[in-house]
């Protein structure tokens, strides 16, 4: 590839991850409730479809770009102290990275299966350990030492059988993100391919 080539692929690849950066920053802000599975605080939304799209069209490297300038531009609308659009950027980063590393290798119909496969199995344990480990207890801290007990009993006015951070990782952000995974990953399916024609042609 010349270099003429290679900087109008430079060019085309930074205008496809700036649309879906834009596209993923609206959806963030479409986000709503599980209100069956978890509180208020941690809510549902689709932003990740434009960063795994993204992946697989431009590489896992400028998915991870996208799901950065996304919460990078939510940060002045917070309302969990930072902390949701930190846990949105590292655990929606490790979906779209691992799913698009796989398709990189062969880019096929199965090896995007099994990608987003992977990516969603990575995302939900690593989800498991960051919340249990951290993310919970940053959060806590962040909201003035905020005991976990109450927290926890956030999640036990959802769903009764929670009685620890153990309990809310097993009953709650476990299933939230395998629904995530799983809904974004059966929609990239369905319209990647005629998302992908489309900047094909730009």
Known sequence: MNSKNKRKLIVKTIAITGIMAALSTILRFLEFPLLFIAP????FDFSDLPALITAFVAGPFYGVIV???K???MLPFSQTAYVGELANFI???IFVFTAGIIYKLKPTKKTALVGMASGTVIMTVSAAFLNYFFLIPFFAKM???LPIEI???MFTAIIPSVKDLFGVIILSIIPFNLIKGVIISIITFIVYKKISTVFKKI
Do not use: P, Q, T
């Open 143 to 145: 909201y003035g030492n």
């Open 40 to 43: 208020n605080f941690l809510k």
């Open 71 to 73: 919460n990078i531009i």
């Open 91 to 93: 655990i929606g980063a």
């Open 151 to 153: 927290i926890v009993s």
């Open 67 to 69: 799901e950065a300038v």
